[in-house]
């Protein structure tokens, strides 16, 4: 740069000579006067040049600090959030919900997208999972002498909660209008994420029991609408014993499925019913007029469950049984948990493609077509059923349909059958 800077210098200098030699009155500047010039020239230019490059590291300093201002912000949400996801309910909690969701609300989008934690992510608050003024938490007082509890793992997806565990509530209310319909879910993970993203309190089980008790009910029958005899349904039969002595009956209906059985062959009608029932939903919409047009097009129907650890896993295998039972050739039934081994996403795709199917329609074995269906189901990420069945190069087609058990009519009646049998004991 000083290179530069002499030799313009020496240029402009040079030509003041010849400007004088051609009859201007402009003498040669002095060589002291030259180096004056040129030394107050390059002074200026290396201060110019030091003060741009200060700014542009002010500037990159600030950037960083923007940077660092902003994921600790995003961090104290994820910290926030990953606090209140959580199986036990405290006096703190309805205090934690709110602060967590004024926290979201108060970061910028750009800050939205770095929340990470344990539990926390950018979806947490920020996912369209529908309106949620279309459900009731039917947690109201007044309940009177009779209470109809359905008791239900629950979902903190909106729409689904009010189409699956809504339409059930609904349908048990109509069949039975002597009786007040009032809700608990088993998860108080899924009760603090819809309280503070959509500010819906949603009881759980101690303080829907708690409730009927302090309005004096005293006819209590608990419907659950878990799908079988699984640990969810046990963690409800020991709270609701813990509670028994406070109401003159208590009832306690089963589950979708009835009882368990001993092992894979047994079979019951609430296992048949359900098996016709999902199948010719299923059937409906995909287009077809019939299983056997659904297999002679090439389609297989899988339904996915979620899968267990607890000895009710057996039912699942009763319900592949079942499916035989019917001549559902082309049914198969599967869990996220791939428990048991043989509803594992690679079993299932293997028997699928080894039976000769090219279309795979996939569909949940859940009550409500929430978290599993819409991602571990039907998802973009490559580990979720769908795209593990598309990655596989086996299928021609492969559609997903993201409806839960508790949107069909005739599952409702099933609830509703179980319902009158505890009534009845």
């Given at each position: 740069m000083k290179k530069n800077l002499t030799a313009v210098l020496t240029a402009a200098l040079a030509g003041s000579i010849l400007l004088a030699g051609c009859g201007q009155q402009a003498s040669a500047p002095a060589a002291s006067e030259v180096e004056e010039t040129m030394e107050t020239a390059e002074g200026t230019a290396?201060?110019?040049?030091?003060?741009?490059?200060?700014?542009?590291?002010?500037?990159?300093?600030?950037?960083?600090?923007?940077?660092?201002?902003?994921?600790?912000?995003?961090?104290?949400?994820?910290?926030?959030?990953?606090?209140?996801?959580?199986?036990?309910?405290?006096?703190?909690?309805?205090?934690?919900?709110?602060?967590?969701?004024?926290?979201?609300?108060?970061?910028?989008?750009?800050?939205?997208?770095?929340?990470?934690?344990?539990?926390?992510?950018?979806?947490?608050?920020?996912?369209?999972t529908g309106d949620a003024s279309k459900d009731d938490p039917r947690n109201q007082d007044g309940i009177g002498e009779n209470e109809l509890l359905v008791v239900s793992f629950g979902t903190s997806f909106n729409d689904s909660r009010a189409a699956d565990i809504k339409g059930i509530e609904d349908a048990l209310q109509e069949a039975y209008p002597d009786w007040s319909v009032r809700r608990a879910f088993t998860s108080q993970i899924i009760i603090n994420h819809v309280q503070a993203r959509d500010g819906v309190a949603i009881d759980n089980m101690e303080q829907a029991l708690e409730?009927?008790?302090?309005?004096?009910?005293?006819?209590?029958?608990?419907?659950?609408?878990?799908?079988?005899?699984?640990?969810?349904?046990?963690?409800?039969?020991?709270?609701?014993?813990?509670?028994?002595?406070?109401?003159?009956?208590?009832?306690?209906?089963?589950?979708?499925?009835?009882?368990?059985?001993?092992?894979?062959?047994?079979?019951?009608?609430?296992?048949?019913?359900?098996?016709?029932?999902?199948?010719?939903?299923?059937v409906k919409d995909a287009g077809y007029e019939s299983?056997?047009?659904?297999?002679?097009?090439?389609?297989?129907?899988?339904?996915?469950?979620?899968?267990?650890?607890?000895?009710?896993?057996?039912?699942?295998?009763?319900?592949?049984?079942?499916?035989?039972?019917?001549?559902?050739?082309?049914?198969?039934?599967?869990?996220?948990?791939?428990?048991?081994?043989?509803?594992?996403?690679?079993?299932?795709?293997?028997?699928?493609?080894?039976?000769?199917?090219?279309k795979v329609i996939l569909r949940p074995l859940m009550v409500v077509a929430g978290d599993h269906a819409n991602n571990d189901m039907a998802g973009e990420d490559e580990d979720s059923w769908k795209s593990m069945f598309e990655a596989s190069g086996k299928f021609e087609q492969v559609d997903c349909q993201i409806l839960g058990l508790g949107s069909i009519p005739a599952i409702w009646d099933l609830y509703v059958a179980h319902t009158a049998a505890a009534m009845g004991e």
């Open positions: 290396e201060e110019t040049g030091l003060a741009g490059a200060s700014e542009a590291a002010g500037a990159e300093a600030a950037e960083s600090d923007a940077a660092d201002a902003d994921q600790e912000a995003a961090d104290e949400v994820a910290a926030l959030i990953d606090a209140i996801y959580v199986q036990e309910r405290t006096e703190d909690t309805d205090a934690q919900c709110q602060e967590a969701k004024e926290a979201w609300d108060a970061l910028t989008e750009e800050q939205k997208e770095l929340v990470e934690g344990e539990a926390a992510d950018p979806d947490y608050f920020g996912r369209d409730r009927a008790a302090a309005n004096g009910v005293k006819n209590l029958v608990v419907q659950p609408t878990h799908l079988m005899h699984g640990a969810e349904y046990d963690e409800l039969a020991e709270v609701l014993e813990a509670y028994a002595d406070q109401f003159e009956t208590v009832k306690l209906a089963e589950p979708l499925l009835g009882e368990v059985g001993s092992d894979a062959t047994v079979i019951n009608e609430d296992k048949k019913a359900v098996a016709e029932a999902v199948t010719a939903e299923a299983l056997e047009a659904a297999r002679e097009d090439g389609a297989a129907f899988v339904f996915l469950g979620h899968g267990t650890y607890h000895t009710a896993k057996v039912s699942y295998s009763q319900m592949q049984t079942q499916m035989g039972e019917l001549g559902y050739e082309n049914v198969f039934i599967g869990t996220v948990e791939g428990d048991p081994e043989e509803t594992a996403c690679e079993a299932i795709l293997e028997a699928a493609a080894e039976a000769g199917y090219t």
